[in-house]
């Protein structure tokens, strides 16, 4: 059941490339998420099952998909717990912010599922988050959400069309991405972890259509230590011409307690 649950949320973030049909940077952006608007139906499907209802016999997953999206990262977990992540966003671009992501382990199901509820973010930049995201569940549900809110930022500041991000960040993760051991420091004391990076956007045909932003690189931190695996996700777009060196964003989710 676990397995399942998980393969059902993996199958439209990383397999089907032909999910979507191929489509140009120039579209209509949609509505962005975390600024108060209800998502659409539409686009609740990212990150959950849509038009692919089968994987391949001989496909095998790689190691960064497995440790993004098929892993049980809340199996740590063996009460009610909750996660507090803070998220800061900076950069030379625009206003950056800091907000709160809230995750609560409410209940422990006798297949290994948990039920939880999920506060993404406060007041207007309230992300939505459906009782899928959060009922039934074995991955944390935060790496769903941010990447979820991730595609839509892209669309939004390149006035293109998130889908096509949704479709190259499968790409990039799937061929391209790199795992390394690392180490960091929660709560003062250190823990051995694992960093998966990748780059989506550097070889993509169509970066001289968001040049600006195609350099963005993500950094994903995981230990099997810390209750949820997930310590920390870091997205940077490097500075460009005038201030190579600050980025233009910055942005930053990092557990920082845990009760």
């Known amino acids: 059941m676990k397995f399942v649950l998980n393969l059902i949320f993996v199958i439209n973030i990383l397999l089907s490339v032909n999910l979507f049909a191929e489509e140009t940077i120039k579209q209509e952006a949609p509505v962005i998420t975390g600024k108060g608007t209800p998502l659409t139906e539409e686009e609740l ?67 290994g599922t948990k039920n939880a509820a999920l506060d993404f973010f406060t007041a207007e930049r309230k992300q939505a988050v459906t009782p899928d995201n959060v009922t039934n569940i074995v991955g944390n549900p935060v790496l769903g959400i941010f990447m979820q809110g ?31 051991p690392t180490t960091f420091s929660f709560n003062g004391k250190e823990y051995k972890g694992e960093k998966v990076f990748f780059s989506p956007y550097l070889e993509d045909p169509h970066r ?17 230590d810390i209750p949820g695996s997930l310590y920390q996700i870091k997205t940077v777009i490097p500075g460009k011409d005038e201030k190579p060196e600050e980025p233009l964003v910055l942005e930053t989710l990092t557990l920082m307690d845990v009760k």
Do not use: C
């Open 208 to 224: 001289r259509d968001f040049e600006k932003y195609a350099d963005k690189y993500y950094e994903f931190i995981f230990s099997d």
């Open 150 to 180: 991730d595609v839509y930022e892209m669309g939004r500041l390149t006035e293109g069309h998130w889908r096509y991000f949704h479709k190259q960040l499968k790409v990039a993760l799937r061929e391209d991405a790199v795992i390394e």
């Open 45 to 111: 499907k990212i990150g959950r099952y849509g038009e692919v209802d089968k994987v391949p016999e001989d496909f095998e997953f790689n190691q960064a998909e497995v440790k993004l999206w098929l892993t049980d990262h809340l199996v740590n977990i063996k009460k009610p717990t909750s996660l507090y992540y803070e998220f800061v966003k900076s950069g030379t671009l625009e206003e950056g912010f800091t907000d709160s992501v809230y995750l609560k382990i409410l209940e422990l199901n006798e297949d």
